[in-house]
């Protein structure tokens, strides 16, 4: 089995939903059920992909025949679903922050040697009253002697960190190849990293959750027809691994089938009428 990584960036707000829930949100987005963090089914990355494959024999050879004649073979590709990276956290200053934690970043590095790749960075410790930053950045308090991150309404003390400033390297050369608009930057200076406790709490206090209707043919809400629908905010990254197994596609025809579904922006999730899920794909090479 040969794997690549593959980086998610969300350049609109993305409902990757689960249906249902029991709380007062009526579409919630898929979350993991043991930690609570949000995904992106790996089934809807390979159906979006799938439907992108311009050619329909090199479509049937790396992603399998359909669902009629699914006993014949299986596929050569398998998508693992796109796990959370990078929330974007509302910040007092600098508008705002990407925000991660240990545990996101130690199965993010399992994810990367699976692919056979090394970054050699580091994670820092941090505590629950910390915030890791980048030896420059943005989103810290600028007033004297006030060393202080302000992440939703949540005080967190600034610590600067050179493991965040090797991460920021790693992650803006991925997510921004062409560097377009001074973005390597921005991630510099708007990245850090909290505890897991409060990376637990902020998954729960950050996403976005909107109010939705369906209008009559009188143009008002119809009746019964109001609902919340949750979704993960622009700016988000998430992560999964690509891989290829031989069966009627080689490696090298799974993944230069999937290179080029990469060089445009595609649509995950529901709502795309209204604007909903568009998306920049990163496949990270060796």
Same mark, same amino acid.
């Given at each position: 089995?040969?794997?690549?990584?593959?980086?998610?960036?969300?350049?609109?707000?993305?409902?990757?939903?689960?249906?249902?829930?029991?709380?007062?949100?009526?579409?919630?987005?898929?979350?993991?059920?043991?930690?609570?963090?949000?995904?992106?089914?790996?089934?809807?990355?390979?159906? =979006?992909?799938?439907?992108?494959?311009?050619?329909?024999?090199?479509?049937?050879?790396?992603?399998?025949?359909?669902?009629?004649?699914?006993?014949?073979?299986?596929?050569?590709?398998?998508?693992?679903?796109?796990?959370?990276?990078?929330?974007?956290?509302?910040?007092?200053?600098?508008?705002?922050?990407?925000?991660?934690?240990?545990?996101?970043?130690?199965?993010?590095?399992?994810?990367?040697?699976?692919?056979?790749?090394?970054?050699? =960075?580091?994670?820092?410790?941090?505590?629950?009253?910390?915030?890791?930053?980048?030896?420059?950045?943005?989103?810290?308090?600028?007033?004297?002697?006030?060393?202080?991150?302000?992440?939703?309404?949540?005080?967190?003390?600034?610590?600067?960190?050179?493991?965040?400033?090797?991460?920021?390297?790693?992650?803006?050369?991925?997510?921004?190849?062409?560097?377009?608009?001074?973005?390597?930057?921005?991630?510099?200076?708007?990245?850090?990293?909290?505890?897991?406790?409060?990376?637990?709490?902020?998954?729960?206090?950050?996403?976005?959750?909107?109010?939705?209707?369906?209008?009559?043919?009188?143009?008002?809400?119809?009746?019964?027809?109001?609902?919340?629908?949750?979704?993960?905010?622009?700016?988000? =990254?998430?992560?999964?691994?690509?891989?290829?197994?031989?069966?009627?596609?080689?490696?090298?025809?799974?993944?230069?089938?999937?290179?080029?579904?990469?060089? =445009?922006?595609?649509?995950?999730?529901?709502?795309?009428?209204?604007?909903?899920?568009?998306?920049?794909?990163?496949?990270?090479?060796?």
């Amino acid at each position: 089995m040969d794997a690549k990584l593959m980086l998610v960036h969300v350049l609109s707000s993305l409902h990757a939903g689960t249906g249902q829930d029991g709380g007062i949100i009526d579409q919630p987005i898929a979350r993991e059920k043991t930690t609570g963090t949000p995904f992106l089914p790996g089934s809807s990355i390979k159906g =979006v992909l799938r439907d992108a494959c311009p050619d329909a024999d090199t479509c049937l050879k790396v992603f399998g025949p359909k669902t009629d004649k699914a006993d014949e073979y299986a596929g050569s590709v398998h998508f693992t679903d796109g796990r959370l990276l990078l929330l974007p956290v509302r910040s007092l200053n600098g508008v705002f922050a990407w925000v991660t934690s240990p545990f996101i970043l130690r199965r993010f590095l399992r994810d990367l040697e699976i692919a056979k790749q090394n970054w050699e =960075v580091a994670i820092p410790v941090c505590e629950d009253h910390q915030c890791r930053t980048a030896s420059s950045d943005n989103i810290s308090s600028q007033q004297e002697n006030d060393n202080q991150v302000i992440l939703e309404d949540l005080p967190l003390t600034k610590l600067p960190s050179p493991e965040v400033d090797a991460w920021a390297l790693k992650l803006g050369a991925a997510l921004f190849p062409d560097d377009a608009n001074n973005w390597q930057q921005m991630l510099a200076t708007h990245l850090c990293i909290v505890s897991d406790n409060i990376f637990g709490f902020i998954l729960e206090t950050a996403t976005e959750v909107t109010a939705r209707i369906r209008l009559d043919d009188t143009k008002t809400v119809a009746r019964g027809a109001l609902w919340y629908e949750e979704t993960l905010p622009a700016e988000t =990254v998430l992560a999964g691994l690509i891989t290829a197994s031989p069966v009627a596609a080689t490696k090298d025809e799974v993944f230069d089938a999937i290179r080029p579904l990469t060089t =445009v922006p595609v649509q995950f999730g529901g709502n795309a009428t209204v604007g909903r899920g568009l998306c920049k794909l990163h496949l990270l090479d060796d």
